[in-house]
């Protein structure tokens, strides 16, 4: 939804899973935006102006600038209130359970997905893979808790919570490529510990606006693997 006339303008890079965070929540809106690719290896001057950080996903809006991406999801809640899906549920009790668990993800999800993919210690790679299922057994369980029939995270409804961690989920065959990681049982198995988990992952990947945002897989298995071996820390 590209449009160079639009009050919004995003700042990304087609590999960025924290970008997908704000590009999807623009698209579940419905705000019309002009989407800009942009290299934050590199750190054009044209970033550099939105965020001084260089890193993506960075909005203008109005001639104000926003980063940080659960900020950007915040803000486009705030910013258009009334407009295509809701992010956050009404009720502030709910609206803090989900922003709760959304900070948990970012917290405890999202860096191990990163350690687990840059470590060469088979030792530190067992405990990240422990220590990963670990966390998503906590997830499911809050799902259950804000919404036991789901499908997703807090509800029948794509928001705020699946955005927090679902394109790191979605990245998960990268982990499974390098390190032999994956969450066990399938959608199949409604008796499995894991079958709310994966029942939410069906749920969200079919999701045509959260679609219209995935990367294909195998450009984005080969920037991993560059990315991995780039850095990959003993």
């Known amino acids: 939804m590209s449009d160079s006339g639009a009050d919004v303008k995003l700042y990304s890079a087609w590999y960025c899973p924290f970008a997908q965070r704000t590009w999807v929540s623009l698209l579940l809106k419905g705000v019309q935006f002009e989407y800009v690719e942009v290299d934050p290896f590199a750190k054009p001057p044209e970033l550099l102006a939105v965020n ?10 109005k001639d104000q600038n926003i980063y940080e991406s659960l900020v950007t999801m915040e803000f486009l809640e705030d910013a258009y209130p009334d407009s295509g899906r809701r992010l956050l549920p009404v009720d502030p009790v709910k609206r803090a359970h989900v922003r709760i668990w959304a900070d948990y993800c970012s917290k405890k999800i999202v860096p191990l997905f990163y350690r687990l993919l840059k470590t060469r210690d088979t030792a530190k790679q067992e405990v990240a893979r422990h220590d990963l299922l670990e966390h998503i057994r906590v997830i499911i369980k809050a799902m259950n808790s804000l919404s036991e029939d789901g499908p997703f995270f807090a509800g029948d409804e794509l928001g705020f919570a699946d955005l927090s961690v679902a394109p ?63 850095n990959a820390t003993d």
């Not at 998960?172 to 390190?179: A, V």
């Open 168 to 230: 790191w989920v979605e990245r998960f065959y990268i982990l499974k490529h390098h390190r032999g990681f994956e969450v066990p049982g399938s959608v199949n198995d409604k008796d499995g510990e894991y079958y709310r988990f994966h029942k939410w992952w069906e749920a969200v990947r079919e999701v045509p606006d959260y679609k219209a945002t995935c990367g294909e897989r195998e450009r984005l298995l080969q920037f991993y693997i560059e990315y991995a071996n780039k």
């Open 52 to 61: 001084p950080y260089g890193q993506v996903p960075a909005l203008t809006f």
